[in-house]
């Protein structure tokens, strides 16, 4: 008979033992995360709820984020909030996020699948400024690119912006751009109202759409693409020639444009 002293080892399980430290960083990072999405702050309860776990269980995890500087208790209240250290992750990501460089797939994407012709522009000092252009094998005569300044009131870009970047500087951009306007292209607009209605009609679509307005023969659509903050941070266009390009709110293309440019809000952080 074999002695205690002499029984084999029993052997490890580097495999199992290496899934239970996946699955616990898994639940520990779903205990953060829903943290996050509380606001920042939550009880344990709510927290609990919202990631679908027992109080008990949480209450380990939340314990060990504490450790680690990641999660804070408030005493007074006894709820628990983002620490210092996923403040500092959080402000290292932030300024990691570049709307430019996040756009610059989902250009591609539009180019390669619709063939058209699009780009990502920001709002700078004069207004609607490219900031990256793509086009397909064959492209559409346009007189714009990288650092062109798009119309306010008359591109699908100036008007995505228009509508849904609360700044004062961009109604302000829009307002000289309508006094300084011909009679003919004031007649394009809406007669009483033609600022406000622009933007209430970008804001009910989400998007902007111009035929034959900025560019005579040419039909734009375009999306905003939100940041972490829920702000408009840059607008993708898509644009072609009237006669081939599709620019109805629930087309293809507008479709499109506004998937693509959520996505690159997704790589900034946005939620919306």
Same mark, same amino acid.
């Given at each position: 008979m074999t002695s205690p002293a002499e029984a084999p080892p029993v052997p490890s399980s580097p495999p199992r033992e290496r899934r239970q430290r996946v699955q616990s960083a898994e639940t520990g990072m779903a205990v953060l995360k829903g943290l996050a999405h509380l606001g920042g702050?939550?009880?344990?309860?709510?927290?609990?709820?919202?990631?679908? &776990?027992? !109080?008990?269980?949480?209450?380990?995890?939340?314990?060990?984020? =504490?450790?680690? $500087?990641?999660?804070? *208790?408030?005493?007074?209240?006894?709820h628990y909030y983002l620490g210092p250290e996923a403040?500092?992750?959080?402000?290292?990501? =932030?300024? *990691? +996020?570049?709307p430019i460089r996040a756009a610059e797939p989902c250009l591609i994407r539009l180019?390669? $699948?619709?063939?058209?012709?699009?780009?990502?522009?920001? =709002?700078?000092?004069?207004? !609607?400024?490219? %900031?990256?252009?793509?086009?397909?094998?064959? !492209?559409?005569?346009?007189?714009?690119?990288?650092?062109?300044? =798009?119309?306010?009131?008359? $591109?699908?870009?100036?008007?995505?912006?228009?509508?849904?970047?609360? &700044?004062?500087?961009?109604?302000?951009?829009?307002? *000289? &751009?309508? +006094?300084?306007?011909t009679a003919d292209m004031r007649a394009l607009l809406d007669a009483a109202d033609p600022i406000g209605t622009l933007r209430r009609e970008v804001?009910?679509?989400h998007c902007a759409i111009v035929k034959d307005t900025y560019l005579?023969?040419?039909?734009?659509?375009?999306? !905003?693409?939100?940041?972490?903050?829920?702000?408009?941070?840059? %607008?993708?266009?898509?644009l072609g020639a009237t006669g081939g390009f599709d620019p109805s709110i629930d087309g293809p293309i507008a479709i499109a444009v506004r998937r693509e440019a959520k996505a690159a809000g997704a790589l900034l952080g946005a939620t919306a």
């Open positions: 702050r939550s009880s344990l309860t709510a927290l609990a709820t919202h990631v679908g &776990e027992s !109080p008990a269980k949480v209450h380990r995890y939340l314990a060990s984020l =504490m450790e680690e $500087s990641l999660v804070r *208790q408030d005493t007074a209240s006894q403040i500092q992750i959080g402000l290292a990501a =932030m300024r *990691q +996020a570049d180019r390669e $699948s619709l063939e058209v012709t699009c780009f990502v522009a920001v =709002m700078g000092n004069k207004g !609607p400024t490219i %900031v990256r252009f793509e086009e397909p094998g064959l !492209p559409v005569t346009v007189n714009v690119r990288a650092g062109s300044v =798009m119309s306010m009131l008359w $591109s699908a870009t100036g008007r995505a912006f228009l509508g849904l970047l609360d &700044e004062s500087r961009v109604v302000a951009l829009a307002e *000289q &751009e309508l +006094a300084e306007a804001q009910q679509a005579r023969g040419i039909s734009a659509v375009a999306a !905003p693409v939100y940041d972490y903050a829920g702000r408009v941070c840059a %607008v993708i266009t898509a």
